[in-house]
Protein backbone atom coordinates (compact mmCIF):
# COMPACT_ATOMS: atom_id res chain seq x y z
CA UNK A 1 0.00 0.00 0.00
CA UNK A 2 1.19 3.39 -1.30
CA UNK A 3 1.74 5.88 2.05
CA UNK A 4 2.89 9.46 2.55
CA UNK A 5 3.57 10.11 5.79
CA UNK A 6 3.77 13.89 6.93
CA UNK A 7 5.46 15.10 10.52
CA UNK A 8 7.46 17.67 11.83
CA UNK A 9 4.51 20.46 12.31
CA UNK A 10 3.73 22.83 14.78
CA UNK A 11 3.39 25.84 16.56
CA UNK A 12 6.50 28.74 16.09
CA UNK A 13 7.23 32.21 15.95
CA UNK A 14 7.77 34.25 13.58
CA UNK A 15 11.20 33.82 12.38
CA UNK A 16 11.15 30.43 13.78
CA UNK A 17 12.66 27.30 11.94
CA UNK A 18 10.60 24.10 11.41
CA UNK A 19 11.67 20.85 9.59
CA UNK A 20 8.60 18.56 7.90
CA UNK A 21 9.63 15.52 7.20
CA UNK A 22 7.98 12.97 4.54
CA UNK A 23 7.96 8.92 5.28
CA UNK A 24 6.70 7.20 2.44
CA UNK A 25 6.45 3.50 2.07
CA UNK A 26 4.65 1.02 -0.70
CA UNK A 27 6.81 1.92 -3.45
CA UNK A 28 10.57 2.71 -4.62
CA UNK A 29 11.34 6.32 -3.36
CA UNK A 30 13.82 7.00 -6.14
CA UNK A 31 11.39 6.85 -8.80
CA UNK A 32 9.43 9.59 -8.55
CA UNK A 33 9.77 13.32 -7.96
CA UNK A 34 7.97 14.65 -4.91
CA UNK A 35 6.33 18.35 -4.07
CA UNK A 36 5.26 20.17 -1.38
CA UNK A 37 2.09 21.23 -1.53
CA UNK A 38 0.06 24.03 1.11
CA UNK A 39 -3.61 24.96 2.18
CA UNK A 40 -3.97 27.79 4.32
CA UNK A 41 -7.66 27.47 6.39
CA UNK A 42 -10.30 27.51 4.43
CA UNK A 43 -7.99 28.47 1.12
CA UNK A 44 -7.19 26.79 -2.08
CA UNK A 45 -3.81 24.98 -3.02
CA UNK A 46 -0.42 26.55 -3.31
CA UNK A 47 2.59 24.43 -4.60
CA UNK A 48 5.83 25.45 -2.63
CA UNK A 49 8.30 23.16 -3.60
CA UNK A 50 9.23 20.51 -5.73
CA UNK A 51 12.34 18.03 -6.18
CA UNK A 52 13.53 15.86 -9.00
CA UNK A 53 13.43 12.15 -8.41
CA UNK A 54 17.64 11.71 -8.67
CA UNK A 55 17.74 15.03 -6.14
CA UNK A 56 19.43 16.91 -9.00
CA UNK A 57 16.79 19.78 -9.32
CA UNK A 58 14.86 21.68 -6.82
CA UNK A 59 12.11 24.07 -7.49
CA UNK A 60 10.57 27.03 -5.10
CA UNK A 61 7.58 29.11 -5.58
CA UNK A 62 9.16 32.69 -4.87
CA UNK A 63 6.92 33.42 -1.76
CA UNK A 64 9.26 30.92 -0.43
CA UNK A 65 12.69 31.48 -2.47
CA UNK A 66 15.55 31.98 0.29
CA UNK A 67 13.55 30.28 3.36
CA UNK A 68 13.18 27.31 2.09
CA UNK A 69 14.98 24.13 1.17
CA UNK A 70 13.35 20.90 -0.25
CA UNK A 71 16.00 17.68 -0.07
CA UNK A 72 15.03 13.57 -0.22
CA UNK A 73 17.16 11.32 1.09
CA UNK A 74 16.58 8.00 -0.25
CA UNK A 75 18.32 5.79 2.23
CA UNK A 76 15.32 6.72 4.40
CA UNK A 77 12.75 7.15 1.94
CA UNK A 78 12.16 10.63 3.34
CA UNK A 79 11.06 13.79 1.76
CA UNK A 80 12.04 17.04 4.16
CA UNK A 81 11.28 21.10 3.90
CA UNK A 82 13.48 22.65 5.98
CA UNK A 83 11.40 25.82 6.69
CA UNK A 84 13.70 29.75 8.09
CA UNK A 85 12.61 32.43 8.50
CA UNK A 86 9.07 31.88 9.12
CA UNK A 87 5.71 34.21 8.81
CA UNK A 88 2.57 34.69 9.90
CA UNK A 89 1.80 33.65 5.69
CA UNK A 90 3.10 30.29 5.64
CA UNK A 91 0.48 29.17 8.24
CA UNK A 92 -1.66 26.35 6.50
CA UNK A 93 -1.58 22.50 6.37
CA UNK A 94 1.49 21.11 4.63
CA UNK A 95 0.84 17.86 1.91
CA UNK A 96 3.62 15.88 0.81
CA UNK A 97 2.88 14.84 -2.50
CA UNK A 98 4.20 12.53 -5.12
CA UNK A 99 4.45 13.24 -9.32
CA UNK A 100 3.53 10.72 -11.32
CA UNK A 101 6.95 10.22 -12.95
CA UNK A 102 10.66 11.10 -12.06
CA UNK A 103 10.99 13.89 -13.69
CA UNK A 104 9.32 16.08 -16.13
CA UNK A 105 5.45 17.14 -16.34
CA UNK A 106 3.35 14.87 -14.20
CA UNK A 107 0.69 15.51 -11.53
CA UNK A 108 0.13 14.30 -8.21
CA UNK A 109 -0.90 10.91 -8.05
CA UNK A 110 -0.77 10.07 -3.95
CA UNK A 111 -0.74 12.57 -1.38
CA UNK A 112 0.03 12.27 2.39
CA UNK A 113 -2.75 13.58 5.08
CA UNK A 114 -0.88 16.71 5.87
CA UNK A 115 1.14 18.20 8.96
CA UNK A 116 -0.16 21.62 10.15
CA UNK A 117 2.41 24.85 10.52
CA UNK A 118 1.14 27.44 12.32
CA UNK A 119 3.27 30.58 12.87
CA UNK A 120 2.14 32.98 15.83
CA UNK A 121 3.25 34.64 18.34
CA UNK B 1 3.24 32.07 -14.12
CA UNK B 2 0.14 30.32 -15.81
CA UNK B 3 -3.03 31.37 -13.76
CA UNK B 4 -5.77 28.99 -13.23
CA UNK B 5 -9.49 30.86 -13.02
CA UNK B 6 -12.09 28.28 -12.15
CA UNK B 7 -16.10 28.68 -12.58
CA UNK B 8 -18.06 28.81 -10.70
CA UNK B 9 -16.77 29.10 -7.24
CA UNK B 10 -19.25 27.47 -6.09
CA UNK B 11 -22.00 24.85 -7.35
CA UNK B 12 -25.38 24.12 -5.76
CA UNK B 13 -27.10 20.66 -7.56
CA UNK B 14 -29.55 17.90 -6.55
CA UNK B 15 -28.58 14.08 -6.66
CA UNK B 16 -28.37 12.61 -9.72
CA UNK B 17 -28.05 16.12 -11.67
CA UNK B 18 -25.38 16.77 -13.93
CA UNK B 19 -22.55 18.95 -12.78
CA UNK B 20 -20.22 20.73 -15.65
CA UNK B 21 -17.16 22.64 -13.72
CA UNK B 22 -14.76 25.03 -15.67
CA UNK B 23 -11.25 25.43 -15.67
CA UNK B 24 -9.36 28.27 -17.94
CA UNK B 25 -5.93 28.80 -18.28
CA UNK B 26 -4.22 31.88 -19.01
CA UNK B 27 -2.10 30.42 -21.58
CA UNK B 28 -1.98 27.52 -23.40
CA UNK B 29 -1.22 24.26 -21.05
CA UNK B 30 -1.75 21.85 -23.86
CA UNK B 31 -2.75 18.80 -22.31
CA UNK B 32 -1.02 18.69 -19.40
CA UNK B 33 -4.14 19.22 -16.76
CA UNK B 34 -5.75 17.93 -13.83
CA UNK B 35 -8.46 17.83 -11.64
CA UNK B 36 -8.28 16.50 -7.73
CA UNK B 37 -11.34 16.16 -5.54
CA UNK B 38 -10.76 16.97 -1.98
CA UNK B 39 -13.49 16.24 0.88
CA UNK B 40 -13.45 17.74 4.02
CA UNK B 41 -10.86 16.98 6.29
CA UNK B 42 -9.58 14.65 3.31
CA UNK B 43 -5.97 15.48 1.73
CA UNK B 44 -6.83 16.38 -2.55
CA UNK B 45 -7.20 13.09 -4.58
CA UNK B 46 -6.33 12.68 -8.62
CA UNK B 47 -9.40 12.34 -10.45
CA UNK B 48 -8.68 13.31 -14.17
CA UNK B 49 -4.72 13.72 -15.68
CA UNK B 50 -3.87 14.39 -18.95
CA UNK B 51 -7.42 15.85 -19.55
CA UNK B 52 -9.47 13.13 -19.80
CA UNK B 53 -7.69 10.16 -18.53
CA UNK B 54 -9.60 9.06 -15.34
CA UNK B 55 -7.23 7.76 -12.32
CA UNK B 56 -6.90 4.89 -11.31
CA UNK B 57 -10.50 4.02 -9.34
CA UNK B 58 -12.35 7.28 -10.42
CA UNK B 59 -15.89 6.47 -11.50
CA UNK B 60 -17.26 6.88 -14.98
CA UNK B 61 -19.59 9.45 -14.48
CA UNK B 62 -16.18 11.85 -13.81
CA UNK B 63 -15.26 13.17 -17.39
CA UNK B 64 -12.49 15.51 -18.51
CA UNK B 65 -12.40 17.77 -21.76
CA UNK B 66 -10.90 20.62 -23.46
CA UNK B 67 -7.49 22.23 -25.04
CA UNK B 68 -5.49 24.73 -24.75
CA UNK B 69 -6.83 27.12 -22.09
CA UNK B 70 -10.96 25.68 -21.58
CA UNK B 71 -11.17 22.56 -19.78
CA UNK B 72 -14.22 20.98 -18.10
CA UNK B 73 -14.58 18.02 -15.72
CA UNK B 74 -18.51 17.03 -16.18
CA UNK B 75 -19.95 14.60 -13.57
CA UNK B 76 -22.82 13.37 -15.13
CA UNK B 77 -25.07 11.72 -12.43
CA UNK B 78 -24.38 13.41 -8.78
CA UNK B 79 -23.80 10.95 -6.05
CA UNK B 80 -23.86 11.92 -2.49
CA UNK B 81 -19.99 11.62 -2.13
CA UNK B 82 -19.29 13.46 -5.25
CA UNK B 83 -19.86 16.66 -3.02
CA UNK B 84 -16.48 18.00 -2.39
CA UNK B 85 -14.26 20.86 -3.68
CA UNK B 86 -12.68 20.42 -7.18
CA UNK B 87 -9.51 21.59 -8.35
CA UNK B 88 -7.88 21.73 -11.63
CA UNK B 89 -4.02 22.08 -12.09
CA UNK B 90 -1.81 22.63 -14.77
CA UNK B 91 1.50 21.02 -15.02
CA UNK B 92 2.61 21.94 -18.28
CA UNK B 93 4.75 25.31 -17.44
CA UNK B 94 6.55 25.19 -14.14
CA UNK B 95 7.51 26.09 -11.63
CA UNK B 96 5.16 27.09 -10.57
CA UNK B 97 2.91 24.57 -10.86
CA UNK B 98 -0.75 26.53 -10.47
CA UNK B 99 -3.78 25.52 -9.44
CA UNK B 100 -7.00 27.07 -9.80
CA UNK B 101 -9.00 28.67 -6.86
CA UNK B 102 -11.64 25.63 -6.74
CA UNK B 103 -15.31 24.90 -6.80
CA UNK B 104 -17.32 23.78 -4.40
CA UNK B 105 -19.99 21.15 -5.26
CA UNK B 106 -22.94 21.47 -2.38
CA UNK B 107 -26.10 20.41 -2.42
Known amino acids: EVQLLESGGGLVQPGGSLRLSCAVS????????FAWVRQARGKGLEWVSG????????YYADSVKGRFTISRDSSKNTLYLQMNSLRAEDTALYYC??????????????WGQGTQVTVSS | EIVMTQSPATLSVSPGERATLSCRAS??????MAWYQQKPGQAPSLLIFDVSTRATGTPARFSGSGSGTEFTLTISSLQSEDFAVYYC??????????FGGGTKVEI
Open chain 2, 89 to 98: QQYNSWPPLT
Open chain 2, 27 to 32: ESVSRN
Open chain 1, 51 to 58: ITGGGGNL
Open chain 1, 97 to 110: ARKAGWVGSYPFDQ
Open chain 1, 26 to 33: GFTFSDYA
